[in-house]
Nanobody, 125 residues
Framework: QVQLVESGGGLVQAGGSLRLSCAAS????????MGWFRQAPGKKREFVAA????????YYADSVKGRFTISRDNAKKTVYLQMNSLKPEDTAVYYC??????????????????WGQGTQVTVSS
């Protein structure tokens, strides 16, 4: 079992930056593939970024490629999402997710068994 707690959300102007953090507890963090998803009001939850257990492989949605960077620090049991050049359409609740132990990170929500409570990101125009 792993528990996930996101932080770092907030209100930012278009063009600004935020860094989200997701702290994990309860199990060996390095055994989990990690991902970030987001859900805007009235829309389905969508994939944002994912990172392999070792951190050596990353995946991004086309809508955030070149603007967002996912990283992880296995010693601190934390995954990060650095968000630059934010746009109003990035406004959403952002969720951190973890795969079952030793599973590969991916772009589908069904890949992940564990989810955080979410953190709100609002980008004003």
């Amino acid at each position: 079992q792993v528990q996930l707690v996101e932080s770092g959300g907030g209100l930012v102007q278009a063009g600004g930056s935020l860094r989200l953090s997701c702290a994990a507890s309860g199990s060996i963090f390095s055994t989990y593939g990690m991902g970030w998803f987001r859900q805007a009001p009235g829309k389905k939850r969508e994939f944002v970024a994912a990172i392999a257990r070792s951190g050596g492989i990353t995946y991004y949605a086309d809508s955030v490629k070149g603007r967002f960077t996912i990283s992880r620090d296995n010693a601190k049991k934390t995954v990060y999402l650095q968000m630059n050049s934010l746009k109003p359409e990035d406004t959403a609740v952002y969720y951190c997710a973890a795969t079952p132990p030793y599973a590969s990170a991916g772009t589908e929500a069904s890949t992940y068994d564990y989810w955080g409570q979410g953190t709100q990101v609002t980008v004003s125009s």
